[in-house]
Nanobody
Framework: QVQLVESGGGLVQAGGSLRLSCAAS????????MGWFRQVPGKEREFVAA????????SYADSVKGRFTISRDNAKNTVYLQMNSLKPEDTAVYYC???????????????WGQGTQVTVSS
């Protein structure tokens, strides 16, 4: 049993920054990888970023490379997504995910947070 709680979403102007946090609790020993996904109403949920347990391996969607940074604090069982140079296209509900293997596939993550809204105004 793993619980994920997200925070940090909100409304920002284009070009601004936000940092999302996702705290894991429960059987966190089973977590190896954590990731972020986002979803816009009417569209499929898409991959944003992922990070391995060590933090040494990260992946980003092409649309966010150079602007977003994923990091992990294992002592706090927390993953972060630093989002800079935000664009209106980044507006979405952002979901934190955790799983036993490093993957970019949604199906590889059995644990999900409730989602946090990020809105970027033009």
């Amino acid at each position: 049993q793993v619980q994920l709680v997200e925070s940090g979403g909100g409304l920002v102007q284009a070009g601004g920054s936000l940092r999302l946090s996702c705290a894991a609790s429960g059987r966190t020993f089973s977590i190896y990888a954590m990731g972020w996904f986002r979803q816009v109403p009417g569209k499929e949920r898409e991959f944003v970023a992922a990070i391995s347990w060590s933090g040494g391996t990260t992946s980003y969607a092409d649309s966010v490379k150079g602007r977003f940074t994923i990091s992990r604090d294992n002592a706090k069982n927390t993953v972060y997504l630093q989002m800079n140079s935000l664009k209106p296209e980044d507006t979405a509900v952002y979901y934190c995910a955790a799983g036993p293997h490093y993957t970019l596939r949604q199906g590889g993550y059995p644990y999900w947070g409730q989602g946090t809204q990020v809105t970027v105004s033009s």
